[in-house]
């Protein structure tokens, strides 16, 4: 008796009304996609469950994949046999047997109201063939196996193990945003957290050489290569920033240089959030992690914009980030010694509590706009899994 189908739960779709039909068509959609590798599979949708049909595909590899797939609560090795009572009691005595435990509790949910026996029934008739034919006792409050039997329209599943999935929304749903990626620990966090609430996501990184390195490249690639088990195509845009960077250095106190550095970025942010049709800017910040980042520096540098900006790490401290990043495999790159262009221009006092006007002032006394349309007519794209730039754009 082997493994028929793997049962995918929904979690927070469930509460989504008449927009669930949506949010269930493009979690199949991302499945399907995630899954196209393995040739033998077929996705079967429905109401309230996705299915996975093995067609004896090795369940390991599959549900690795899955728990990656944001949008799915959790997921549920099953058997499907058909609804007759015999076959149900027959096929929960085979799977109880491979079980490893003494004690157990029989769940059942009678989806399929034309199925002639209740719940209640159910569960008795099956645990009296357990007690019958094996040494285990019934433990409803903390059983070391939990055997669950769903009667619905077009079978019956049972089940005694179940794994968590990523939880959030299906990647698509939430429209996408455009995520500044440095190269560090937290952004490439926060690109998770917004894939994980449905959002896709392009990427803009500020390069500055020859004071940064071209390693610095490498970094990001390999970062959005690991983020490509979360998005599968990743567009990754490389504004040249050497030249405002030198501008803002000569002409702005070394106190102020990273609020007006964050202020070109963010003006560069919404050029070409626009160009992208992408409606939001995203960043890694994290309230008062460093001087950029406390509350008056975020609402002075917000200031050259009306895009919204979302933070996903903002409430995180350093420690949970770092948590976040090892769980999904950043980590290890982000730490990588190669400076992107904010830390190797850190000041050694910089501002926390900015001033407007003083930013405004000290930006007069130079040409930042030319500046930025010459960035922005001369970026580098590189499409983060050997996809094509054109094939991209086809999907966005």
Do not use: W
């Not at 209640?120 to 009296?128: E, G, L, N, S």
């Amino acid at each position: 008796m082997e493994y028929s189908h793997i049962m995918v739960r929904f979690g927070e779709l469930s509460t989504k009304g008449k927009n669930k039909k949506d949010f269930i068509k493009t979690l199949a959609i991302n499945i399907k996609h995630s899954l196209k590798e393995f040739e033998s599979l077929r996705i079967e949708t429905r109401y309230d469950h996705i299915y996975v049909i093995l067609n004896g595909q090795d369940y390991q590899p599959v549900m690795t994949r899955l728990q990656d797939i944001s949008g799915i609560y959790s997921l549920s090795l099953v058997y499907k046999v058909e609804s007759d009572i015999e076959k149900i009691k027959e096929a929960c005595f085979e799977l109880i047997q491979k079980e490893e435990g003494k004690t157990f509790k029989v769940k059942s949910k009678r989806a399929d109201k034309r199925f002639p026996i209740v719940s209640d029934v159910i569960v008795r008739q099956v645990a009296t063939v357990i007690l019958k034919n094996t040494d285990l006792k019934v433990d409803v409050h903390n059983p070391d196996i939990t055997l669950s039997i769903e009667v619905r329209d077009e079978g019956t599943y049972i089940f005694t193990k179940t794994f968590l999935g990523a939880g959030g929304y299906p990647l698509g749903v939430g429209g996408k945003g455009l995520m500044m990626l440095s190269g560090g620990i937290d952004s490439p966090v926060a690109a998770y957290l917004l894939m994980k609430r449905g959002v896709m996501i392009e990427c803009i990184h500020f390069a500055s050489p020859p004071y940064t390195s071209q390693a610095v490249i490498q970094k990001l690639e390999d970062l959005l290569s690991v983020l490509n088990k979360y998005q599968a195509k990743i567009r990754l845009n490389i504004i040249p920033f050497t030249k405002l960077q030198e501008e803002i250095y000569k002409h702005c106190p070394e106190s102020y240089a990273i609020t007006i550095m964050r202020r070109m970025m963010f003006r560069l942010a919404d050029r070409l959030s626009k160009r992208r049709k992408c409606p939001i800017i995203a960043s890694g910040e994290s309230l008062g992690q460093v001087a950029s980042q406390t509350i008056h520096s975020m609402n002075v540098i917000n200031e050259v914009t009306n895009v919204p900006v979302i933070r996903p790490c903002v409430t995180l401290d350093k420690t949970e980030i770092i948590k976040i990043a090892k769980k999904i495999g950043t980590y290890e790159i982000s730490i990588r010694p190669y400076e992107d262009c904010c830390t190797i221009f850190a000041p050694k006092n910089p501002k926390t509590m900015p001033r407007l006007d003083e930013c405004i002032e000290l930006e007069n006394k130079f040409d930042f706009e030319t500046l930025i349309d010459e960035a922005i007519n001369n970026y580098e794209v590189k499409i983060i899994d050997g996809t094509q730039k054109e094939e991209f754009d086809s999907l966005l």
